[in-house]
């Protein structure tokens, strides 16, 4: 191998891991924030809202710095508002969403049991940012959850992976990098497009009947590209572009879940579509 190939590999794997993440580093201190009223296990649905909100975190992310916003915002509207940590591997603190995937969708269907138990409820609707939105799709597709689930809410979710703008391409010319990659971080791994994980994901089709699937993406987005990858395709499906709504909306992939109101917006008229109001830039207010 020559020698600057041999420099590069490493690096490839990092700048990989690095465009994928792109989120504010976690703290100690924040994954022991409070919640705000939200993961209120005494909580109890009302009429008007039946169904608990389970919050799926993103690559990287944790339980409480990925919800900071949407979670006091759904709780404000009346919601019973839980999120879990998934993900974590041995010997790496902080850092969640790097385990593979199809583990971390078994962690999710634990914890929904668990927030149905709690609460009575006898379906839950789900709401992901990043990898938290096309994660869950195992979960439905093939561990039962669809039983369980209302609706799925994504938002910028990789449902068909991500090519970080050709970065991706870049692999096979670093012999052992896509090997590394899967070795240290397989939650990455699974997000590439065309990896295995996300070939047996999509195979015969997108949804599974009797959940509603919401898609919330930006064209900003510089994770998931292109962006238009993570639409999905089905009977109950309704993917919805940011800039459709609001063109002056700037958001990119971190943002869009992390503050943006005119996403939030969107999710509220995910969750409860009977009552949806129309979003326009003006939601960025409310």
């Given at each position: 191998?020559?020698?600057?190939?041999?420099?590069?590999?490493?690096?490839?794997?990092?700048?990989?891991?690095?465009?994928?993440?792109?989120?504010?580093?976690?703290?100690?201190?924040?994954?022991?924030?409070?919640?705000?009223?939200?993961?209120?296990?005494?909580?109890?649905?009302?009429a008007?809202?039946?169904?608990?909100?389970?919050?799926?975190?993103?690559?990287?992310g944790?339980?409480?710095?990925?919800?900071?916003?949407?979670?006091?915002?759904?709780?404000?509207?009346?919601?019973?508002?839980?999120?879990?940590?998934?993900?974590?591997?041995?010997?790496?603190?902080?850092?969640?969403?790097?385990?593979?995937?199809?583990?971390s969708?078994?962690?999710?269907?634990?914890?929904?049991?668990?927030?149905?138990?709690?609460?009575?409820?006898?379906?839950?609707?789900?709401?992901?940012?990043?990898?938290?939105?096309?994660?869950?799709?195992?979960?439905?597709?093939?561990?039962?959850?669809?039983?369980?689930?209302?609706?799925?809410?994504?938002?910028?979710?990789?449902?068909?992976?991500?090519?970080?703008?050709?970065?991706?391409?870049?692999?096979?010319?670093?012999?052992g990098?896509?090997?590394?990659?899967?070795?240290?971080?397989?939650?990455l791994?699974?997000?590439?497009?065309?990896?295995?994980?996300?070939?047996?994901?999509?195979?015969?089709?997108?949804?599974?009947?009797g959940?509603?699937?919401?898609?919330?993406?930006?064209?900003?987005?510089?994770?998931?590209t292109?962006?238009?990858?993570?639409?999905?395709?089905?009977?109950?499906v309704?993917?919805?572009?940011?800039?459709?709504?609001?063109?002056?909306?700037?958001?990119?992939?971190?943002?869009?879940?992390?503050?943006?109101?005119?996403?939030?917006?969107?999710?509220?008229?995910?969750?409860?579509?009977?009552?949806?109001?129309?979003?326009?830039?003006?939601?960025?207010?409310?």
């Amino acid at each position: 191998m020559l020698p600057w190939k041999r420099a590069l590999r490493p690096l490839a794997a990092l700048l990989l891991a690095a465009a994928l993440t792109a989120v504010p580093a976690v703290t100690a201190r924040a994954a022991t924030a409070p919640t705000s009223g939200w993961n209120n296990y005494s909580c109890k649905p009302s009429a008007s809202h039946p169904r608990p909100v389970v919050l799926v975190h993103g690559t990287f992310g944790n339980s409480v710095d990925n919800w900071l916003s949407l979670a006091p915002y759904l709780v404000a509207r009346g919601y019973c508002v839980y999120s879990l940590d998934y993900g974590q591997l041995p010997g790496v603190p902080l850092f969640n969403g790097l385990g593979p995937i199809d583990e971390s969708a078994g962690q999710l269907k634990v914890f929904v049991d668990k927030v149905l138990a709690a609460t009575g409820a006898a379906k839950t609707d789900l709401v992901g940012h990043s990898q938290g939105g096309m994660m869950p799709r195992y979960y439905l597709k093939f561990l039962g959850g669809a039983a369980k689930v209302n609706a799925l809410v994504g938002i910028a979710p990789d449902n068909h992976g991500t090519t970080l703008n050709g970065l991706t391409k870049l692999l096979p010319y670093f012999p052992g990098a896509a090997d590394l990659l899967s070795e240290k971080t397989p939650g990455l791994a699974d997000q590439v497009a065309g990896s295995a994980f996300l070939t047996k994901l999509n195979a015969g089709g997108d949804t599974v009947p009797g959940v509603h699937y919401t898609v919330i993406a930006t064209k900003y987005d510089e994770v998931v590209t292109p962006y238009a990858s993570q639409f999905l395709s089905g009977a109950d499906v309704r993917n919805v572009l940011l800039q459709n709504l609001c063109a002056v909306d700037l958001s990119e992939h971190v943002t869009i879940g992390l503050t943006d109101r005119i996403a939030h917006h969107e999710v509220a008229n995910a969750l409860d579509p009977a009552h949806a109001t129309a979003t326009t830039c003006a939601s960025a207010l409310g």
